[in-house]
Protein backbone atom coordinates (compact mmCIF):
# COMPACT_ATOMS: atom_id res chain seq x y z
CA UNK A 1 0.00 0.00 0.00
CA UNK A 2 0.84 3.55 -0.37
CA UNK A 3 1.32 4.48 3.06
CA UNK A 4 4.24 1.85 3.22
CA UNK A 5 6.20 3.41 0.73
CA UNK A 6 8.76 6.07 1.00
CA UNK A 7 8.49 9.33 -0.30
CA UNK A 8 11.13 12.55 0.62
CA UNK A 9 10.78 16.54 0.11
CA UNK A 10 9.01 18.98 2.59
CA UNK A 11 10.39 20.48 5.57
CA UNK A 12 10.93 17.38 7.46
CA UNK A 13 13.10 15.51 5.13
CA UNK A 14 14.98 17.30 1.97
CA UNK A 15 13.75 20.55 2.27
CA UNK A 16 13.60 22.74 -0.80
CA UNK A 17 12.11 20.17 -3.02
CA UNK A 18 7.89 19.79 -2.52
CA UNK A 19 6.24 17.12 -0.26
CA UNK A 20 6.64 14.03 -2.08
CA UNK A 21 8.91 14.78 -5.05
CA UNK A 22 11.50 12.69 -4.20
CA UNK A 23 10.18 9.11 -5.38
CA UNK A 24 10.15 6.22 -7.67
CA UNK A 25 7.87 6.45 -10.54
CA UNK A 26 6.13 4.28 -12.75
CA UNK A 27 6.00 4.16 -16.25
CA UNK A 28 3.37 6.57 -16.62
CA UNK A 29 5.43 8.78 -14.82
CA UNK A 30 3.25 8.40 -11.31
CA UNK A 31 4.99 8.21 -8.13
CA UNK A 32 4.47 5.04 -6.56
CA UNK A 33 6.93 5.49 -3.46
CA UNK A 34 10.28 3.24 -2.58
CA UNK A 35 11.04 0.52 -0.49
CA UNK A 36 14.38 2.24 1.00
CA UNK A 37 15.33 5.83 1.47
CA UNK A 38 17.81 7.91 2.97
CA UNK A 39 18.12 11.42 3.71
CA UNK A 40 20.43 13.54 6.16
CA UNK A 41 20.33 16.94 7.47
CA UNK A 42 22.68 19.14 8.85
CA UNK A 43 22.54 22.45 10.14
CA UNK A 44 24.29 24.94 11.92
CA UNK A 45 22.28 27.31 14.47
CA UNK A 46 23.48 30.60 15.62
CA UNK A 47 21.69 32.78 18.27
CA UNK A 48 19.63 36.15 16.94
CA UNK A 49 18.32 37.05 19.85
CA UNK A 50 18.47 34.89 22.63
CA UNK A 51 16.42 37.05 25.06
CA UNK A 52 12.92 35.93 23.35
CA UNK A 53 14.24 32.63 21.95
CA UNK A 54 15.23 33.27 18.77
CA UNK A 55 17.84 31.33 16.34
CA UNK A 56 18.98 31.47 13.31
CA UNK A 57 20.13 28.38 11.01
CA UNK A 58 21.88 27.60 7.61
CA UNK A 59 21.44 23.58 6.30
CA UNK A 60 22.08 21.52 3.89
CA UNK A 61 20.02 18.40 3.17
CA UNK A 62 20.56 15.08 0.63
CA UNK A 63 18.72 12.02 0.13
CA UNK A 64 17.07 9.80 -2.02
CA UNK A 65 14.69 7.14 -2.66
CA UNK A 66 15.19 3.82 -4.48
CA UNK A 67 13.05 0.55 -5.72
CA UNK A 68 12.65 -2.36 -4.30
CA UNK A 69 15.73 -4.09 -7.01
CA UNK A 70 17.75 -0.84 -6.66
CA UNK A 71 21.14 -0.33 -4.84
CA UNK A 72 21.51 2.11 -2.48
CA UNK A 73 23.73 4.70 -4.28
CA UNK A 74 25.68 8.07 -4.02
CA UNK A 75 23.12 9.84 -6.30
CA UNK A 76 21.09 11.90 -3.95
CA UNK A 77 18.95 14.91 -3.92
CA UNK A 78 20.21 17.79 -2.45
CA UNK A 79 19.30 21.61 -1.20
CA UNK A 80 20.55 24.20 0.89
CA UNK A 81 19.01 27.15 2.56
CA UNK A 82 18.55 29.70 5.88
CA UNK A 83 15.95 29.86 8.46
CA UNK A 84 14.94 31.35 11.30
CA UNK A 85 13.79 29.89 14.68
CA UNK A 86 11.51 30.61 17.03
CA UNK A 87 10.17 29.13 20.64
CA UNK A 88 7.43 31.17 21.30
CA UNK A 89 4.65 30.74 23.93
CA UNK A 90 2.63 28.25 21.50
CA UNK A 91 5.57 25.97 20.77
CA UNK A 92 8.32 26.36 17.96
CA UNK A 93 7.99 28.47 14.93
CA UNK A 94 9.93 27.55 11.98
CA UNK A 95 10.32 29.49 9.02
CA UNK A 96 13.01 27.99 6.32
CA UNK A 97 13.90 28.66 2.60
CA UNK A 98 15.36 25.58 0.66
CA UNK A 99 16.64 25.81 -2.44
CA UNK A 100 17.46 22.47 -4.54
CA UNK A 101 20.82 22.00 -6.22
CA UNK A 102 19.75 19.29 -7.99
CA UNK A 103 17.10 19.65 -10.84
CA UNK A 104 13.61 17.70 -10.76
CA UNK A 105 10.19 19.08 -11.73
CA UNK A 106 10.84 22.42 -12.02
CA UNK A 107 12.00 23.00 -8.19
CA UNK A 108 13.11 26.66 -7.66
CA UNK A 109 13.32 26.42 -4.30
CA UNK A 110 10.13 27.60 -1.75
CA UNK A 111 9.47 28.61 1.88
CA UNK A 112 8.37 26.17 4.21
CA UNK A 113 6.81 27.16 7.60
CA UNK A 114 5.26 24.94 10.39
CA UNK A 115 4.33 25.33 13.94
CA UNK A 116 4.36 22.96 16.71
CA UNK A 117 6.80 20.00 17.23
CA UNK A 118 6.92 16.79 14.97
CA UNK A 119 5.56 13.77 16.79
Not at 22 to 46: A, H, L, P, Q, R
Not at 58 to 81: C, I, P, Q, R, T
Not at 85 to 96: K, T, Y
Request: contains cysteine.
Amino acid sequence: PDFERYYLGGLNTVRGYDYRDISCYDEEGNDVGGYKMYFSNVEITFPIKEDIGLIGLVFFDAGNVWDKNEMFDLDVYKSVGIGVRWNSPMGPLRLEYGYPLDSLKDNNGKFEFSVGTFF
